[in-house]
């Protein structure tokens, strides 16, 4: 066998390194803002594009797919290469992966606070953006896949299983949860509509937790983990067990982000128990880990780099059985919505995500550079930082949450709501909300100290841009037997297809009734579409992120029937929605029954100083949709776009919708009028205020007055 | 012996605190008097039985040290060197419950793999992983039968219309033997300082949201001068609180209010007539001039 010479690439996994510590930079200081900004409001300085609605979608989408994303490329180029003894397929696609990459990253960063937003968590890229992910997505695929294919190694190792998982399912996801009808260059409207669209979104959000945040960390783990503590993985059987068992169970679990909410009950009960069988193939992955470490903990108290994972390893093992216990509908019921979220998914992001991440950069860069870590000292004092932040981070929002959640709740002997005011449980909670801001910035303190600590290791070694390698060729010859599995594992076609295939049946067997069988959405005659100028509020709406803080989906509880003022959220009156605006977290009160509730001058005072309605409030004014108008010209446009995805605009009516829009703004304007406000009727704040006074009035018995 | 006398000393210094704190709170409980409700008492007994058992196994765990210190002082330094290194019992245990196979065994349970470096070892799942999946899945399957196939557990829907009509329950209950002589076109405002009061307490806990404490208005109108949107004086107002105002986040509060209640919430919004507090909203609606009664 003829030993072949080839060289590893490692600037590729150079420039996804600095892009990884650049881009957490970036992010966790955004996120440092906005964790600021809910006890210092003005934080925005008054201009519209920093406000938390907009800023919250970019510090999620600059964590995850900026921060996290460049890591798992950084950490995937370098590992494939070696597990399977050859070069990247192509330097050309390495190369238009990492700058598309990056362009994509600059482009989110100027969208998202201009307000181009398709409104669903994690997934708030507009079209054009959406169709440059899939492109290089498929670069990456391509240039995987071609790399497994001309291997040397005959063997796919675990962390190349896991990296297949997540070049498929991120695939799927994407595309599937991204349909959607453009109307203009950076605007488009969901092609799912209510609850449809929320199965779909949520399909996603989950899974892209599960698919981008954790499997391909745990082919990291699965490689990085055992080289840096030496020691041999310690159970190949555990490693098939729970990859199998968790990308198929996964998959189906996406619904417990939506239980007391109008979707079905059976999907309910699905992604209920879909999350409690999901703890042990989770904890495979933990425990395959820590036992790793079986007779090399003495090092772990002097290695930064096992610290860091160690740490990171036990906070996936903690959020991923908090995750199952909060999918408990008892246990849901009072942690949905609240700051508790918060908590468990910054335990994941900065205890798994970020901790592996810092402890791979510990290992990698000494190691392409030809040196030591420049001081151990200050990655153990970034180590302390970091798990001091964590903790100050994580324990003030579990207060918060369960704090609050009881507030909501709560019901004195008398039969009434303790606090009727939502405001009161809010200002309750601003200490925490200090609290968690210290947390971060403890854990990004400890960043920067890495930052420094990383540059001065470059500096005092040389980089290896071309590794020198040697192995012999894979022969073609046919080899039989052997383990099943270690059969599959010589089939990468066969492997990959076999993935697809475990992940497509639990999101199949979810959406495909939901989306066919006509009583899981129970129609009401009274709902009708919306209105044009409603139309044009709601994506004012959806601009200034809204649904950031504020849910649109009261729950089948009497707390919330009574503090809301009117009856549980009805699956059939979101058919007109797309996209479903449910939120995720209620930093403010739910809105789907603020139609009526309150005059048109208390809307217009509220958006203006939200203190001057209601005292101690943490919304931040909104002074420029007093100065900016609406755009009639677009009108057309959005009911032509609606109408192709099926809401009943009759032939035609894009023609006269404006005479409509016109009629219903005069109409708010003259009321403003009458309490000595003026105002033009094309002022963004009409629009805003026709959509709210609309919200959740469809099913009402009495007619409405303000129309 | 000095450690028993040390030790002797801090148990009765413990016992002390002990004594202390069931003292205080049996204070507690006769000065609260007859006051305190029983669930509340529950609460309190519960609190203190565990309170009780946490110091018990404190002080266990402290006589346990105490014994094994003394038991280490009897020993030989050899016999100390194998207590050493013998491990703990969670080491012990953790061992038992993976089913470990020692360390010096590792090389038989080497596979012939080798990535990078990386070798894998051919451990069996942990035993009691392997019963918590299965345990899982057990949950899983009970589940569902539970609240799809035999419908013994209540469904979302079901389980709010249980929680309405419990408080619906509760509610009738308190009412059971109410005297209402009135309804909302004879009635008067009270004058009665106690009841006054009761609507004062309701006002300011649920109406201040929307009106402020000092009727102000926020939200909701001024409550403090001769200006309404539906009519001042006392039947008007009763009437507004009773049923209502269509399309405004004036609810109907009858269903959660008894009359009697209501009356008297009225009763203290008419006492509000021109206190003139500051920062109050300008005036809305007509202006009202009472008719002669």
Redesign the interface.
């Known amino acids: 066998m003829e030993l072949q010479q080839f060289k590893y690439d490692n600037k590729i996994v150079k420039y996804f390194a600095i892009a990884t510590v650049v881009f957490g930079v970036v992010g966790m200081l955004v996120g440092l803002i906005i964790a600021t900004q809910l006890f210092l409001p003005q934080l925005n300085f008054g201009i519209q594009y920093t406000t938390f609605g907009r800023l919250r979608p970019l510090h999620t989408n600059a964590v995850i797919f900026a921060f996290v994303g460049n890591a798992m490329f950084a950490g995937v180029y370098y ?1 494939m290469q ?2 399977l ?1 050859a070069r990247m397929f192509s330097d050309m696609l390495s190369w238009i992966h990492f700058w598309g990459w990056q362009l994509i990253i600059v482009a989110a960063a100027i969208t998202l606070p201009l307000g181009m937003t398709t409104s669903k968590e994690y997934a708030e890229l507009e079209w054009p953006i959406d169709i440059a992910i899939t492109l290089i997505w498929v670069v990456f695929g391509i240039n995987m896949i071609g790399t497994i294919l001309k291997r040397r ?1 005959r ?1 796919m ?1 675990v962390a190349i299983w896991f990296y297949i998982a997540t070049f498929v399912t991120v695939a799927v996801l994407h595309v599937v949860n991204s349909f959607e009808i453009p109307v203009t260059l950076f605007k488009s409207y969901s092609w799912y509509a209510g609850v449809q669209d929320a199965l779909v979104q949520w399909w996603y959000g989950h899974n892209a937790v599960a698919f981008f945040l954790t499997t391909p960390f745990l082919g990291l783990m699965y ?1 990085y983990l ?2 840096a503590a030496n020691r ?8 098939i ?1 729970h990859f199998w ?1 968790l990308i198929f169970i996964y998959i189906w679990a996406g619904p417990h982000h939506l239980l ?1 909410t109008s979707l079905p ?2 999907a ?2 699905l992604g ?3 999350s ?2 999901l ?3 989770s ?2 992955g933990m ?1 395959n880990g820590l ?1 790793t470490l ?2 090399a903990w003495d090092r772990v108290r002097e290695d930064p780099v096992l610290k860091f994972m160690v740490v990171a390893v036990t906070a996936y093992g903690m959020s991923t059985l908090e995750g199952p216990l909060l999918s408990i509908k008892s246990v849901n019921a009072i942690a949905h919505f609240t700051d508790w979220i918060i908590a468990h998914v910054h335990v994941g992001g900065l205890g798994w995500n970020g901790f592996l991440t810092f402890g791979m950069l510990y290992w990698l860069i000494p190691k392409m550079w030809g040196t030591k870590l420049f001081s151990t000292k200050m990655a153990n004092t970034h180590f302390w930082l970091g798990t001091l932040g964590i903790i100050v981070y994580a324990l003030p929002m579990y207060t918060a949450g369960v704090v609050q959640s009881l507030m909501w709740k709560n ?1 004195n002997a008398e ?4 606090y ?2 939502f405001l009161e449980t809010v200002t309750q909670i601003i200490p925490m909300y200090m609290m968690r801001a210290i947390g971060g910035l403890l854990y990004f303190s400890g960043v920067i100290i890495m930052v420094v600590n990383l540059m001065k290791t470059a500096k005092q070694g040389k980089f290896m841009a071309e590794e020198a390698a040697e192995a012999p060729a894979l022969e073609k010859k046919k080899v039989v037997g052997g383990h099943w599995h270690s059969a599959l594992e010589r089939k990468p076609v066969i492997f990959t297809v076999l993935t697809l295939v475990a992940i497509l049946i639990g999101g199949v067997i979810e959406m495909v009734p939901t989306f066919l069988i006509k009583s899981n959405i129970p129609t009401i005659a009274s709902v009708q579409p919306y209105t044009p100028l409603e139309l044009h509020g709601r994506d004012i709406y959806i601009r200034e992120g809204c649904n950031n803080c504020h849910s649109q989906m009261v729950r ?3 707390s919330e ?2 503090r809301y ?1 009117g009856e ?1 959220s009805k699956a059939g009156e979101f058919v007109y929605d797309h996209p479903f605006l449910w939120g995720s977290k209620r930093t403010g009160p739910d809105l789907h029954r603020v139609g ?4 048109n001058v ?1 809307h217009f005072n509220h958006m203006l100083d939200p203190t001057s ?2 005292p101690g409030s943490i919304m931040p004014p909104y002074p420029w949709l007093y100065r900016q108008q609406i755009d009639p010209g677009l009108t057309a446009g959005k009911i032509k776009a609606l109408r192709t995805v099926g809401v009943p605009y009759e032939e035609g009516y894009e023609e006269v919708a404006n005479n409509d829009l016109k009629e219903q703004a005069m109409a708010i304007k003259n009321d403003l009028k009458e309490n000595n406000i003026d105002i033009p009727e094309t002022a963004e704040i009409v629009a805003l205020i026709a959509y709210l006074q609309r919200l959740g009035t469809d099913i009402k018995a ?1 007619p ?3 129309k | 012996m000095n450690i028993l006398r040390k030790f002797k000393h801090k148990t009765s210094a413990l016992m002390v605190a002990i004594l202390m704190l069931l003292g205080t709170k049996s204070y507690a409980q006769t000065t609260a008097g007859s006051g305190i409700s029983q669930e509340t008492m529950l609460y309190i007994t519960f609190g203190l039985v565990f309170l009780v058992s946490l110091l018990v196994l404190l002080v266990a765990i402290y006589v346990l040290q105490l014994l094994k210190g003394f038991i280490r002082k009897e020993m030989t330094e050899e016999q100390l060197a194998r207590q050493e290194a013998e491990p703990g019992w969670f080491a012990k245990l953790w061992a038992k419950w993976n089913d470990f196979r020692p360390m010096e065994e590792e090389e038989e349970l080497l596979l012939d793999h080798d990535y990078d470096g990386i070798k894998e070892l051919d451990n069996h799942l942990p035993p009691w992983w392997k019963g918590l999946f299965y345990v899982t899945v057990v949950y899983a399957v009970v589940y569902l039968l539970i609240f799809h196939v035999f419908k013994t557990a209540p469904l979302q829907e079901e389980q709010y219309e249980r929680e309405i009509a419990a408080a619906e329950a509760l509610k009738a209950n308190a009412e059971a033997d109410l005297v209402v002589d009135f309804d909302e076109n004879t009635v008067t405002a009270t004058t009665d300082a106690t009841e006054l009061a009761d609507g004062q307490k309701f006002f300011e806990a649920q109406c201040a949201v929307c009106h402020k404490a000092d009727g102000g208005g926020l939200a909701g109108p001024n409550l403090t001068d001769e200006y309404w949107r539906n009519g001042g004086g006392i039947s008007n107002i009763y009437k507004v609180i009773k049923n209502g105002v269509p399309n405004t986040a004036m609810i109907s509060w009858e269903s959660q209010l008894n009359p009697i209640r209501m009356r008297n919430v009225a009763s203290y919004v008419m006492t509000l007539q021109g206190t003139n507090p500051p920062g109050a909203l300008p005036p809305d609606g007509e202006l009202y001039e009472p008719e002669n009664e």
């Open positions: 590992s070696r597990l003894k190694e063997h190792y490689y055992p080289k041999p993985v310690y159970s190949y059987k555990l490693s067990i068992s007391y009950d059976w309910q009960s209920t128990v879909f409690i069988m703890i042990a193939p904890w495979g425990l036992l079986r007779g019901f039969g009434f709501l303790e009727p005011n089948p509880f009497r029937t009574v003022k549980y009526g509730l309150y005059n208390w309605t209601s009495e409405t007055a303000n």
